[in-house]
Nanobody
Framework: QLHVVESGGGLVQPGGSLRLSCVAS????????IGWFRQAPGKEREGVSCISKSGGRTNYADSVKGRFTISRDNAKNTVYLQMNSLKPEDTAVYYC??????????????????WGQGTQVTVSS
């Protein structure tokens, strides 16, 4: 059974940084595109970033380009999301999820499987 667990969230001041981790179990991460999504209160879940199986292709939402970096370490079965220059509008629960298809520009939550429970990121002074 495919299973992912997110960690690394927390409370940070505007301009600060956090690194989220997505650890997979029950499957080998090498075969999957991994996406990061977020959901703020009262809003729909939105795609933040995705990374291809090899790590050679990445995509980012316009709102996080230049601030967030996605990476993966297949040997550790882990995908990371480095978040810098955080803004209050980045506050949300962050989720990772897997899919067998490509990391595409349009990141649609319904096209991903194996969702974790999420990790809360709060950006506030």
């Amino acid at each position: 059974q495919l299973h992912v667990v997110e960690s690394g969230g927390g409370l940070v001041q505007p301009g600060g940084s956090l690194r989220l981790s997505c650890v997979a179990s029950g499957f080998t991460l090498d075969y999957y595109t991994i996406g990061w999504f977020r959901q703020a209160p009262g809003k729909e879940r939105e795609g933040v970033s995705c990374i291809s199986k090899s790590g050679g292709r990445t995509n980012y939402a316009d709102s996080v380009k230049g601030r967030f970096t996605i990476s993966r370490d297949n040997a550790k079965n882990t995908v990371y999301l480095q978040m810098n220059s955080l803004k209050p509008e980045d506050t949300a629960v962050y989720y990772c999820a897997a899919r067998l298809s490509l990391c595409s520009t349009l990141m649609v939550p319904s096209e991903y499987d194996s969702w974790g429970q999420g990790t809360q990121v709060t950006v506030s002074s």
